[in-house]
Structures are given as C-alpha cells and as structure tokens.
C-alpha cells in the first residue's frame, strides 16, 4: 500500500466516525423534553418520590409535584369539608339518640 492510500483510508475512517458521533448526540423528534412527555412516549417510570421517567439514554425526567400540590390541597379541603359535616351529622344524631333514650327512662 502506497502512503496515499493509507491516508485515503484514513480520512474515511475518521469521517465515518466522526458521521457516527455526530448522528449519535444529533437530538431526536420523539425524544422527550419534560416527565409528561416522557411517559407518553412509553420509557419506564422508576419507582420513587417524586417518580422519575428515564429515557434509553440514561436522561431521567422528575415528575412536577406542584400539580399534585394543588390537587391535593384541593382534595384535602373538601375531605376537611365533608368530615366536619360527617361529625356535625354525627354529634347531632347522638344528642337525639340520648335524649330519646332519657326520655324513655
């Protein structure tokens, strides 16, 4: 092999790599930018808290818990809500129990 053909060779190689490189780190459309996205598009969701939605290059996505702040904030409201009307209903159901059993004594 003459010298310029070990340099034509070469030059090859190292644009092939090069090519390789590039194509690799070159962003993907379906490539997800945020945890919504990443579930969506089907990558595992790793059991945690906040949970965490890893990609098949290894880049891991953390769930928004602000969302579930409002949800929960809002939930916990009308729990509030509702127990405070189960323990009125309650308590005055028991007034009228005990003073109907008074009254019968």
Do not use: H
């Amino acid at each position: 092999m003459t010298p310029q053909t070990k340099t034509t060779i070469f030059a090859f190689i190292l644009f092939f790599i090069f090519i390789f490189i590039a194509w690799s780190f070159y962003p993907r459309q379906n490539q997800p930018t945020d945890f919504s996205s990443c579930v969506s598009a089907g990558f595992p969701v790793l059991e945690s808290f906040p949970r965490q939605c890893q990609t098949e290059m290894g880049k891991i996505f953390t769930e928004d818990l602000s969302q579930f702040e409002k949800i929960l904030t809002n939930a916990s409201t009308s729990i509030n809500f509702t127990s405070t009307s189960t323990q009125q209903a309650t308590s005055s159901e028991t007034k009228t129990f005990i003073n109907t059993t008074f009254d019968e004594l």
